[in-house]
């Protein structure tokens, strides 16, 4: 069974910054299509950002140009770099694989095609 931890949440103010981390059990992260979710009180849970076999990546509108998406393939751990936090990004983020990335571009930010979910980190941004 794979596993995937997150960590590195926390609360922050506006226009601050952190770095989520994800360590994956698989054998390498390089063969799969990762990506970060996160859900909101209240709220469905929504894409944030994707890679596909460490190079290809997008991301949610909302934070473009904002957060960014990076894996170290040797340490088999997924990052999401976040700056300039809003406090609507407050949630709670999911680290989320896949192994089948056909027609990436235009599934990455779709829920139910990863299997392997991660606990979530919170992450609570005050204005």
């Known amino acids: 069974q794979v596993q995937l931890v997150e960590s590195g949440g926390g609360s922050v103010q506006a226009g601050g910054s952190l770095r989520l981390s994800c360590v994956s059990s698989?054998?390498?992260?390089?063969?799969?299509?990762m990506a970060w979710f996160r859900q909101a009180p209240g709220k469905e849970r929504g894409a944030v950002a994707g890679i596909m076999y460490g190079s290809d990546t997008d991301y949610a509108v909302s934070v473009k140009g904002r957060f960014t998406i990076s894996q170290d393939n040797a340490k088999n751990t997924l990052y999401l770099q976040m700056n300039n936090l809003q406090p609507e990004d407050t949630a709670t983020y999911y680290c989320a694989r896949k192994r089948v990335c056909d027609n990436w571009y235009y599934t990455w930010a779709q829920l139910y095609a990863y299997a392997d979910w991660g606990q979530g980190t919170q992450v609570t941004v005050s204005s």
């Open positions: 698989t054998p390498s992260i390089s063969v799969d299509c």
